[in-house]
């Protein structure tokens, strides 16, 4: 590729040629790391911009080695030695951190132990040039037969398969493998993942994956070489399959609508629009009511007033930010924070008032639904969805020590305030509200199963909905109410009203 022609890389069209860098990650490779820089290919060294030879704080002589390399080549290399040892996947964060701070375009992952052939390094960047991909893998299962032609032991080759069918189907992916330490990353792609918040052991490779997976980034594999040479393995593999497994479990669970690390990157909020979600409740009872002026709180990007005002009603929504796409989605859209109260141009005379899972991220709900009375007509009413907090989710998580913010659902670190059906029940009756109907949601299988209907799922559904039936407070992941003002209530409302000038 000549250094004149433009390359796509994340949607954005480059006129010069990529900055492409080598992260080396050396831990005891004292023995090996001269011969791994040796075989760079000789044309490929030319479009190398940075070589980060990253010493773990080995106990040989690797940064020496590496010190004495780099005066006797010409490769733009860096030496650096670890004040302690890192790990694994902190080896890597100090070299994708330097990646960025250096403005290169495209980092490849290199082992100093010779595991990967540095030969294969122009078939790694080569998609990521192209623009075809935003993270390449070099796999070693790609060709059949040749992981143990290359000398893979038997009992490495069955796990690495095994594992990695079961994450393929918990992650929804179809990677030949997931365990090669052979990559090569968009630095822009590092940039939009929370790269810092994952382990520093071996699983920060199946983190990654995972992370790239969720924000929807083109993954490429490439075949490559197995080689096993006298190198030295510090991988526990039970305790390394111990923790991959968790890791894809609890990335299952979090599209489920709760899970994940807090680090996690934060998510626009998605409609819901199965009939057994909080919206899809939300969507049914607003559809036996007449034509009505809608207010709808913490709106979002619009798409639940979409539907609404598609039905007929006119919609006026409020929200912290504007979202491209919201305005024309609805009749008036009003900027502003919830948390300073209803806005005075909001008006009055709303027929219907919706809270979809709003009340939660409100550090004082009462004073919005305080202020509401003012905002519907008389007899108008207020339908609300929230979290339960009282699931056995969080239950669990506080009873093991282990309550934290996840990247979504019940214990989203947006949520500042917690409710169960109690205090729920007692905020409405406290700020001056009748409780119509009270509606119970399960889990969102719709999610987890991407929507399929297998015996497995209508299994699950079917328990979940007979769970929450039983036992509400305990399996219910969202309670849905509709509630009117109580007559004292809105007494106080019409008198306020009377008296705006």
Request: proline residues 5%; charged residues 25%; aromatic residues 8%.
């Amino acid at each position: 590729m000549s250094e004149s022609q433009p390359i796509e890389s994340e949607g954005a069209v480059m006129t010069e040629r990529p900055r492409i860098g080598i992260l080396v990650v050396a831990y005891n490779a004292a023995s090996t790391l001269g011969a791994v820089l040796d075989r760079i290919p000789e044309d490929f060294k030319p479009r190398i911009d940075e070589i980060f030879v990253c010493d773990d704080f080995s106990q040989d002589a690797t940064y020496l080695v590496g010190l004495g390399y780099k005066q006797i080549s010409d490769l733009p290399i860096r030496v650096i030695r670890n004040p302690r040892n890192l790990g694994y996947g902190g080896n890597q964060k100090s070299g994708y951190r330097m990646a960025i701070e250096h403005d290169l375009d495209i980092i490849v992952m290199l082992h100093g132990d010779g595991q990967y052939a540095p030969e294969c390094l122009e078939s790694l960047v080569e998609p990521l040039v192209d623009g075809r991909a935003d993270a390449v893998f070099g796999s070693r299962m790609l060709i059949a037969g040749a992981a143990r032609k290359g000398g893979m032991p038997l009992y490495k080759y069955a796990g690495n398969k095994i594992l990695t069918k079961f994450q393929n189907w918990m992650a929804g992916s179809s990677l030949s493998e997931f365990h090669s330490g052979y990559r090569a990353y968009s630095v822009r792609a590092l940039e939009s993942i929370d790269f810092e918040s994952n382990s520093d052991d071996f699983n920060f490779d199946t983190q990654i994956i995972l992370q790239l997976l969720e924000r929807s980034k083109r993954i490429h594999e490439v075949p490559i070489d197995t080689y096993y040479g006298d190198e030295i393995c510090y991988v526990n593999g039970l305790s390394y399959a111990k923790d991959v497994t968790a890791d894809v479990i609890r990335f299952r669970i979090g599209r489920l609508g709760f899970g994940g690390s807090a680090g996690d990157a934060p998510e626009e909020y998605e409609l819901k629009p199965s009939p057994s979600s909080s919206h899809g409740r939300i969507l049914a009872w607003l559809e036996r009511l007449p034509t009505s002026r809608v207010l709808d709180l913490g709106c979002g990007s619009g798409a639940l007033a979409e539907i609404v005002r598609s039905r007929g009603h006119d919609v006026t929504g409020i929200e912290l930010a504007e979202v491209d796409g919201a305005r024309s989605r609805m009749e008036r859209l009003i900027v502003a924070d919830l948390d300073d109260g209803i806005p005075d141009d909001v008006g009055h005379g709303f027929d219907v008032a919706i809270a979809g899972d709003v009340l939660e991220h409100l550090r004082a709900p009462e004073h919005i639904l305080d202020g509401l009375h003012t905002v519907l007509r008389p007899g108008g009413s207020l339908i609300l969805s929230v979290p339960n907090f009282a699931h056995w989710y969080p239950r669990v998580r506080v009873a093991v020590g282990r309550f934290d913010y996840d990247r979504r659902g019940i214990l989203d670190r947006g949520h500042v305030r917690f409710f169960t059906r109690r205090s729920l029940l007692r905020a409405l009756e406290q700020t001056g509200w009748s409780i119509t109907r009270m509606s119970y949601v399960g889990l969102p299988f719709d999610v987890l199963t991407d929507g399929t209907e297998s015996f497995v799922a209508r299994c699950a559904r079917a328990i979940d909905r007979l769970s929450v039936k039983v036992w509400p407070t305990l399996f219910a992941y969202q309670f849905v109410i509709e509630c009117h003002a109580s007559p004292t209530a809105t007494a106080t409302a019409t008198a306020t009203n009377s008296t705006d000038p």
